[in-house]
């Protein structure tokens, strides 16, 4: 119902025992959707450089 490849965007509750891992929390999204609301929706939003690749 609404853009959630635009809109949703993974946070945590980190240290909290009881808080979801990134692996469990994008586990059942389509690999497109997962990097979306893994990473690149907040790199979007805050104007975030793209990482240097590692070679």
Do not use: C, I, K, N
Not at 27 to 48: K, W
């Amino acid at each position: 119902m609404f853009p959630a490849e635009r809109m949703l965007m993974f946070s945590s509750d980190y240290p909290h025992w009881d808080g979801d891992t990134p692996d469990f929390a994008g586990r059942q999204l389509p690999d497109a959707l997962r990097r979306r609301v893994m990473s690149e929706t907040a790199s979007e939003l805050y104007r975030l450089a793209e990482p240097a690749h590692v070679a």
